[in-house]
């Protein structure tokens, strides 16, 4: 009769964790896709609530002052973290939902939609008549570009992507990769547009044409969701049944042997 439970067991673990190997590995038809097939070079677009650094250099420092403000540590700060040194950081600048920031001798400028390239030009362009013999060297930066990784994966987790440009594999590598019970056919991406619109989009990491997928690069503020697959929502009920189910065959073994003794 132990034995019999041992088999038991057995079979119902086997069907409740068996996983086809053809749902596991990512980009399977990749030896068809078209190798002449160019895509657009990914560039971050500025969005609402994005937050940017902005730096003005050149060779005379005077002449750049104006246009990098800088925050300064109270003194109360000082005193309650004990601090003996600070180091000056640059003004941060919060683009509103009108995509606006208020920038030096600029005033309010729309830089909602532009790339970090795109803006830059705009701001040397600008104030380049404030400075002799050179131009101004721009460099902007988005201080809070961030992903989410959430579901079957092995570290969920929301990351801050320091060089605005990151692809969905990337993601996942973040997080650790996707558990075995995570649906490569079917990752979920939430996206909210500039203008507040969201999407959910389907996205099949079997299928190697995902490469060339207008989605295949995240935006910041990103959400990515792995679904369990049917095994691990098999297992999920195992747990609540099992001992309903082994106590139940137990019964009917029980009830066989007694029958088989009084014959």
């Not at 896709?33 to 990914?42: A, C, G, I, K």
């Not at 937050?51 to 060779?59: D, E, H, N, P, R």
Request: glycine share 4%; charged share 15%; net charge neutral.
């Amino acid at each position: 009769m132990k034995n019999l439970k041992l088999l038991l067991a057995l079979g119902l673990f086997l069907v409740c964790s068996c996983t086809s190997y053809k749902q596991v590995p990512y980009l399977q038809n990749s030896a068809t896709l078209d190798s002449t097939q160019v895509s657009e070079l990914y560039d971050a677009r500025i969005q609402p609530k994005d937050l940017l650094t902005i730096t003005v250099s050149c060779k005379d420092f005077n002449a750049a002052i104006p246009f990098n403000l800088i925050v300064q540590t109270s003194q109360a700060a000082l005193l309650s973290t004990r601090a003996i040194t600070t180091q000056p950081s640059l003004q941060t600048y919060l683009v509103g939902n009108d995509g606006g920031i208020d920038f030096p001798t600029l005033g309010h400028i729309i830089v909602g939609g532009m790339t970090k390239t795109e803006l830059e030009a705009f701001i040397r362009e600008n104030i380049k008549h404030h400075f002799t013999n050179e131009e101004p060297i721009i460099t902007v930066r988005m201080v809070n570009y961030k992903i989410s990784v959430l579901g079957e994966v092995m570290r969920p987790n929301s990351y801050t992507i320091s060089n605005e440009k990151v692809n969905i594999f990337e993601a996942l590598a973040l997080a650790g990769d996707l558990t075995i019970w995570g649906k490569r056919d079917a990752v979920k991406l939430i996206r909210e547009s500039a203008d507040g619109t969201k999407q959910v989009v389907n996205l099949n990491l079997n299928d190697a044409n995902i490469i060339y997928s207008p989605y295949y690069y995240l935006q910041q503020n990103d959400i990515l969701y792995v679904e369990p697959n049917k095994a691990k929502s098999r297992n999920s009920d195992v747990g609540s049944s099992t001992s309903l189910w082994f106590s139940a065959v137990s019964i009917m073994i029980s009830i066989v042997n007694l029958m088989a003794n009084l014959l």
